[in-house]
């Protein structure tokens, strides 16, 4: 089993910054791909980024060349640095993970992670 537990969210302005961690407990043993979604109020669970055990990322489409997901294998930490960001990506941002067979591909969406943490909120306004 694997604990994720995410910090980093907040209020902040158009055009600002946030880096989101996501420290990963327990059996953390294995090929894992691990992930950010987010979700926002009505919306369904959208993926923002992925990472694989080799370190592969993924990105959403809509979302790439301003968000940057990256891990630290060594404090199996997860980050997501967001940048320039915009009102629409208010959301409730959520880390998870799940043991996968691929060691450079994720899956890309939020069925196949077993694994989430609490979410940590960002508002953009």
């Known amino acids: 089993h694997v604990q994720l537990v995410e910090s980093g969210g907040g209020s902040v302005q158009a055009g600002g910054s946030l880096r989101l961690s996501c420290v990963a407990s327990g059996d953390t043993y294995g090929t894992y791909c691990m992930g950010w979604f987010r979700q926002a109020p009505g919306k369904e669970r959208e993926v923002v980024a992925t990472i694989a055990s080799d370190g592969t990322s993924s990105y959403s489409d809509s979302l790439k060349g301003r968000f940057t997901i990256s891990k630290d294998n060594a404090e199996n930490t997860l980050y997501l640095q967001m940048n320039a960001l915009k009102p629409e990506d208010t959301a409730m941002y959520y880390c998870?993970?799940?043991?996968?067979?691929?060691?450079?591909?994720?899956?890309?969406?939020?069925?196949?992670?077993?694994?989430w943490g609490q979410g940590t909120q960002v508002t953009v306004s």
């Open positions: 998870a993970a799940r043991e996968w067979y691929d060691v450079s591909r994720c899956p890309n969406v939020a069925a196949p992670f077993d694994y």
